[in-house]
């Protein structure tokens, strides 16, 4: 959690619209009839930036992302030839040896790792020489058994919106020669092998646009986030 | 000009600061700045006790969110800023359920949810207890309901009054909404100091005069909070006296704590100005008074002792073991008397004793590097003897005992080990694994045993 805020507040301040993307193949599934993604629980909070910056959580507008993301994700998961399939909460996620917790769990603290060593020339990991090799090891099979699915779409979005009292403080800031930060949109998405437990491709999107709050840009956000997702 | 300049910026930076300060989706309700008392519901659960606030004994805060008590059984409107707050708090809670450290032992839950739904009353459904192995003193609530109990907490606690009076002071935090205060109480206070920043910028005062408005609102948000403290500690111990508990068990938590850590001569209070909590002397006193206020002094209310002691007794011995792997050996010294004088179980007080020396490790020799620690800003304060043989006078002290523990073998091997006496370390290894009944660290004493050999 606490690494995660880290990292907002980082590529916060890279400049413009960022997008980093690796992935291992541009092609989905081995046939044509288990090209199915299991989508697991979306991470979402949108929030809205108080006059100093300080994002209060929105929990209206979270929900509506939800909806929003859900749809978009089956359309354009539709136009890539693939199917999705909703990973179902269950009574056994309250259970801390849960094997589907461990793994959400596990798959937080390697996708931070890898946006952290490939996102930052400082923090690059000499023995991966560049490659994007990051696995969760063969537990992912479980999941693929109990859902019948190859893959697994893990998705984290961070959205902040600027509030009028923002707006306000940026103005009177400009006029000064201060420029301040509005709303800004963080995100990653992975998507796992789980025969292999590899990541077979990433995407990380960090940018000061993007709405999740109606449908139309929504989509646009899922797309952006979705962008060179394997056909 | 120039003056008319300055206070048009003033003027204007004060109107935006003005309009920041009010939250926006709360609306204004009759303000109770003038009681410390609980308001609405939570007179439900305390049985509409009011105390004024020169009988409480100290200043009562203004309240200008001027929060009325959440109600059983409701989350906040989905458009309320409250609701955010659920949302994320929703979200740890998810992570907590999980957390590798929470105990799920269904007796020792089941005692302390028992408490709390006494206490709650017709909130008990609305709060959920975790309890969760973190060695220090503490318990937390959050906005949602979610209330963790931390098992330093239950190590310190000598019986179920005390802990009652902890779990009665966070649903005060519950019922009262102190989280959402809190968070619009620093978003106010952090947009009133950029608009006054810029204000100030625009207006070309001294950028002194922000640093002193910066100051008073820092002291503010952490005044704010002790004071949630002190609302929350009324209701913990009008609660407790409610349901027959002994008040004057809630003042000696306090009592204890500062007995423990004055032990450690370089313990500070820390800056009272950005102190989280009211000192705990005070905390102390005020409850001393609120308590004969509330019972008359006789022996008729209960402590369970027992009921207590049979709840925690099987986590006892695991509780004092993460303690002092802490390494805050002054503190826990303590701890350690305070526990034996109270009555816990000799052989156990001296199996922890040797524990004590033996993870502290220290020897007279250390002065050999007393040049380095003290360029490293360490104390000197090494013992006149060597830990590890302090270690093994208690374990054999412990093995004369009845029914002694088997684990103490395997003190004495490793203690025996750090002293170089090998043969010994090795036989005392073996026994452990003969007494034991299935260890979980078996390889690792097994290849210890090999590796000495």
């Not at chain 1, 596990?106 to 690059?124: W, Y």
């Not at chain 2, 100290?58 to 109600?71: C, G, K, L, N, V």
């Amino acid at each position: 959690m606490f690494r995660i805020l880290v990292l907002i507040v980082a590529v916060a301040g890279l400049t413009g619209c960022q997008t980093l993307n690796y992935y291992k193949s541009a092609h989905l599934g081995r046939v044509d009839d288990s090209r199915t993604v299991l989508i697991m629980p979306p991470d979402v909070e949108l929030s809205e930036l108080s006059a100093a910056g300080a994002p209060i959580p929105k929990a209206e507008w979270t929900d509506q992302a939800k909806t929003h993301m859900d749809k978009a994700l089956q359309k354009i998961l539709a136009e890539r030839r693939a199917h999705m399939v909703n990973y179902q909460r269950s009574a056994a996620d309250d259970d801390p040896d849960s094997p589907n917790v461990q793994l959400i769990k596990l798959h937080n603290v390697v996708g931070n790792s890898a946006i952290v060593h490939h996102l930052f020339e400082q923090m690059k990991l000499p023995n991966k020489h560049g490659k994007f090799d990051w696995t969760l090891g063969d537990g992912t099979r479980r999941l693929a058994h109990q859902y019948g699915t190859d893959f697994a779409l893990f998705t984290y979005v961070r959205d902040s919106y600027t509030s009028g009292g923002r707006a306000l403080a940026i103005t009177a800031a400009a006029l000064l020669g201060v420029g301040l930060q509005g709303g800004r949109q963080f995100g990653f998405a992975t998507l796992v092998d789980l025969r292999s437990g590899e990541i077979v491709w990433f995407n990380l999107l960090a940018r000061g646009n993007g709405d999740l709050r109606q449908y139309a840009p929504a989509e646009e956000t899922v797309r952006a986030l979705l962008e060179k997702f394997p056909s | 000009m120039r003056i008319g300049a300055r206070f048009v910026a003033v003027a204007v930076c004060a109107a935006l600061a003005g309009c920041v300060m009010a939250p926006g989706d709360q609306k204004p309700v009759v303000s109770n700045s003038a009681s410390a008392a609980p308001v609405g519901p939570a007179r439900l659960i305390t049985g509409g006790a009011k105390l004024k606030s020169e009988e409480v004994g100290w200043e009562t805060s203004a309240d200008p969110y001027a929060y009325q008590d959440i109600r059983p059984g409701t989350r906040p409107a989905q458009k309320s800023d409250e609701a955010g707050l659920w949302m994320v708090m929703d979200g740890m809670e998810r992570q907590l359920r999980t957390a590798g450290n929470r105990i799920t032992d269904p007796a020792l839950n089941e005692y302390i949810q028992g408490i709390v739904c006494k206490l709650a009353g017709p909130y008990c459904p609305d709060i959920r207890t975790y309890v969760v192995r973190a060695p220090h003193f503490n318990a937390t609530m959050m906005g949602n309901g979610t209330m963790q109990v931390w098992s330093g907490l239950l190590l310190r606690c000598r019986n179920e009054a005390q802990l009652a009076t902890v779990l009665g002071h966070e649903i005060g935090h519950y019922i009262r909404r102190h989280s959402i205060q809190g968070m619009h109480d620093r978003v106010a206070k952090a947009d009133f100091l950029i608009f006054l920043q810029i204000g100030l910028a625009a207006s070309g005062l001294p950028p002194g005069v922000y640093n002193i408005a910066e100051l008073v609102a820092m002291g503010g948000v952490y005044a704010f909070g002790r004071d949630h403290e002190r609302e929350a500690d009324l209701i913990g111990i009008t609660l407790l006296a409610r349901h027959g508990y002994d008040a004057r068990e809630a003042p000696k938590i306090w009592a204890q704590l500062q007995q423990e850590m004055k032990a450690n001569k370089d313990y500070s209070a820390g800056s009272l100005f950005y102190a989280s909590h009211p000192p705990q002397e005070e905390r102390e006193a005020t409850l001393t008074r609120l308590a004969e206020k509330l019972q008359p002094a006789t022996d008729k209310f209960a402590k369970n002792r027992d009921q207590y002691l049979a709840a925690i007794g099987p986590w006892r011995n695991g509780f004092l073991a993460d303690e002092l792997r802490l390494g805050k050996f002054k503190t826990s010294q303590e701890l350690l008397k305070m526990l034996y004088a109270d009555g816990f179980k000799t052989s156990e007080v001296r199996f922890y004793q040797g524990e004590l020396h033996r993870l502290r490790g220290k020897t007279p020799k250390a002065e050999k590097n007393e040049d380095l620690l003290s360029f490293l800003g360490a104390k000197k304060d090494a013992p006149e003897r060597n830990d590890f043989e302090v270690a093994l006078e208690y374990y054999e002290k412990a093995l004369k005992e009845p029914d002694p523990a088997p684990v103490i073998y395997r003190s004495i091997g490793l203690a025996q080990q750090r002293l170089g006496n090998d043969d010994a370390a090795r036989e005392a290894l073996k026994t452990y694994l003969s007494l034991a009944k299935n260890p979980k660290d078996r390889s690792i004493i097994e290849f210890m045993i090999k590796q000495s050999s």
